[in-house]
C-alpha cells in the first residue's frame, strides 16, 4: 500500500489458461466481473475477512478455498492442512 493508492476494489474473478494457436503457448486470461463491486456491499467487512482469511490459509494458492481454521503448507509441491490453527480476524 502506498500513499499513491486512493481506492480499492474486490470484484468476483476467474481466470483459466487456454491453449493459444497464435502463440503456440497456454496464455492464462483473467475474467472481471465489474458490475459486482464487493468492497461497496453492505457486508463488505465480512466479506474482506473471509477473503484475507482464506489467503492466510492457503497462501500457496491461487484459487480460491474457503477458509478452514487451519493454515496449510506445501510438502513436496502438495498444499496439506498442518494442525497449525489459523488465528480469526
Sequence with gaps: MSFDCRAYGVYEAAWEQPFCRIHHEDE?????????NLDRAADEIED???FVQAVKEHRSSAHWHPPTGFITGLVNGRTVRTRQRSLPL
Design 28 to 36: 492464462r486470461v483473467l475474467h472481471l466481473d465489474l458490475r459486482t
Design 48 to 50: 474482506l475477512k473471509l
